[in-house]
């Protein structure tokens, strides 16, 4: 199916653990973000890249790593995970820079 | 550094009412603009831009935003509200010149009531 998903798209876990948020995009859009939503902050950029093999930072990237080796995967890793990470994370791709974002549907994560 | 402000945490509006969500930004250079919409639970979906052109930009359902540059406001409008209507709305500026990252308005929750 074409469009934007994430998985998983529910995660459960524990304090110090590693998690990987996953987001695959079937439209080869260059340009990938991934964003944290949380209440009373919006939407906030961790991590954006404009194409395969390039990655930058955004606002709030501390504790997240992120990887593009290829065009359509763009896999978020919580590297120590802690329980300011506990939010709604969405994933975003775009053809360009004046063009719209396509969001995928979310990963709710939880730390405990 | 880009920024976005929605003053307003929550609208109230009647059903078949107008409705205006106000938001302003803050960019160097000309801005890229949008509106988008979340529904509970839900990812953002695309309402409309504004990159160049007519300060009016008319988008999905019914949905139609005034680009003021003496301002830097970009409003989102309605002529008449409906029920379903009631969302979380974004507004967004993009760097054009940043591999396009956007910077999005905390949110304005509207509430139409029948």
């Known amino acids: 199916d074409a469009g934007i998903t994430q998985s998983p798209r529910y995660k459960i876990t524990e304090t110090g653990r590693q998690v990987t948020l996953m987001c695959h995009q079937t439209?080869?859009?260059?340009?990938m973000f991934w964003y944290r939503q949380d209440l009373g902050h919006g939407l906030r950029l961790i991590y954006y890249s404009a194409a395969a093999d390039i990655t930058d930072k955004g606002e709030v990237p501390d504790g997240y790593v992120v990887s593009r080796s290829k065009t359509e995967n763009f896999p978020l890793t919580l590297e120590s995970a802690t329980r300011s990470q506990t939010s709604v994370y969405f994933c975003?791709?775009?053809?360009?820079?004046?063009?719209?974002?396509?969001f995928g549907p979310g990963t709710r994560l939880t730390v405990l | 550094a880009q920024s976005v402000a929605q003053p307003e945490d929550q609208v109230n509006v009647a059903e078949g009412n107008p409705l205006t969500v106000k938001c302003t930004y803050s960019v160097s250079g000309n801005p890229y603009l949008f509106w988008y919409v979340q529904y509970p639970n839900r990812g953002l979906q695309f309402l409309l831009k504004?990159?160049?052109?007519?300060?009016l930009v008319k988008g999905s359902y019914g949905f139609e935003a005034e680009f003021n540059k003496s301002q830097t406001s970009f409003h989102l409008k309605k002529p008449s509200a409906l029920v379903s209507d009631s969302a979380l709305y974004f507004c967004?500026?993009?760097?054009?010149?940043?591999?396009?990252?956007?910077?999005f308005g905390d949110g304005t929750t509207l509430t139409v009531k029948p």
């Open positions: 439209w080869s859009h260059s340009y």
């Open positions: 975003a791709s775009s053809e360009s820079t004046a063009t719209l974002y396509y």
């Open positions: 504004y990159i160049t052109g007519d300060n």
């Open positions: 967004a500026v993009r760097d054009k010149a940043n591999a396009g990252k956007s910077t």
